[in-house]
């Protein structure tokens, strides 16, 4: 293991360099989950509640995009264009975060990314919160490309005299992943004050920023912490690519990169089910079981996903009895009324 390059003070000041808008309610809470614990018979168990970080229903996004807009405002932008399919948490987050700044959120909605197209998936839920947030949507056909259709958006507001911000699908960015980072030094204060030891972080991982600059904080101040992020695009391949990517990209912006080198990620694979968005067996079963023993509510396609991944280490002998794992709650729970079907 190697030792701590910088304490939480120190990494904290060198994030309050960077411009940022106040957007979450923090530190979200670190609580324990006794239940769950006793019913897997495996290490303790505990949860870092980043599904309350408030804004608009709260989510893991709502940390990328305090500094996303923090620099968009510093920019002088005066709207905001981002993307993300119809059940899209980082979209309805975007827009209720533009609302709130005073910024127009164009979204372009990618159809058919998710081969769904019934009236909850597509109006439902997140669906539902982010048109209810005033957001202005461009509806696009799903090719691959993720951020391509926001770049032509973008220069058609240019065009129009205005001056959009470029927020990238799922925030995920070097500048995004800063609040991902942030969210590393305020665990390590928790985990500090509550005297635990703590031994692993396990969390879902998608458009990669989050675990990016979870893993640039953990390296830089608590690299004994192991960090397991939890392929649920079933893409695990281009996860760890982006994660890498993005984090050379954090630790740049903080000067960090000489300090950190290249930083070792664990990307898990086997938890995702079929293709992104189908509900597979073991997500229903861990959210129930999530939800019955601790009254914790995730979601089909991201925290259900990812408790589903905790839960198949923890029976799968990952870690010993006597460790402490916290799991990173990112959100996501308004896309469970997209999936009545399914409970
Ligand atoms: C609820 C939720 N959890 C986790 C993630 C994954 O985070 P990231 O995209 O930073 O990998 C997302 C991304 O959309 C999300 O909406």
Known sequence: MSPAHLDPPALLDRLSREPRAALCHLPTPLEAMPRLTAALGGPALYV???DLTGLAFGGNKLRKLEYLLGAAVADGADCVVTCGVPQSNHVRQTAGASAKLGLECHVVTLKGRVAKDDAAYLTSGNALVTRLLGAVAHEVAWSGDRNGAIEQIAADLRAAGRRPYIVP???SNG???L???H???ELVGQIGEMGLEVTALAHCSGSAGTQAGLGVGLAAVAPEIRLIGIDIDAEPERVLGDVRRIAAETAELLGLADTLGDIEFDVRAGFAGPAYGVV???TVEAIEL???CEGLVTDPVYSGRGMAGLIGLVRGGEFEAGEAVV???TGGTPGLFAYPDVF
Request: net charge positive; hydrophobic share 40%; proline share 4%.
């Open 290 to 292: 999530a939800a019955r």
């Open 280 to 282: 597979a067996p073991e």
């Open 183 to 185: 969210a590393a030094c």
């Open 48 to 50: 870092k509640r980043d």
């Open 179 to 181: 609040g991902a980072v």
């Open 327 to 329: 799991f990173l709650h």
């Open 175 to 177: 500048r995004g992943a």
């Open 169 to 171: 699908y799922g925030g």
